[in-house]
């Protein structure tokens, strides 16, 4: 049976930490920072600064992100119609970038960003 229902906030944070320290970790960082990046918006509704680590997929300006089990989270749903503006940590410095989110699927969602030049 998939998940539903918006995960419980504290463990989120647990796993984020987590998430967070093994990007910065001397011996795995540069092969997790491959796959994982942290994104940071300004949520439609609150109006409040958000950063979260999300994996990716880059090519070129392009960067896809899949949304795991996107019933249960609301963050990419700021990126829903026309989508909106968005900072992504990359190659070790921050890029901004205008949003998209789409569903592709009854059960997955992708959030499409394309890179400022």
Known sequence: MPF???LPQQLVGR???CVLS???SPRVG???RRHLTVVTYTGRRT???VSTPVGFR???DTVTIPVQFPDAKRWWRNFTG???PISLEL???DRSGHAVAKRVGPRRVTVTVRLDG
């Open 15 to 17: 796993v984020n930490a």
């Open 91 to 93: 190659d070790g410095a």
């Open 58 to 60: 880059r090519k070129g």
């Open 82 to 84: 026309e989508g909106g």
């Open 30 to 32: 540069r092969l997790v």
């Open 22 to 24: 093994l990007r910065t």
């Open 47 to 49: 109006g409040r600064t």
């Open 4 to 6: 539903q229902g918006p």
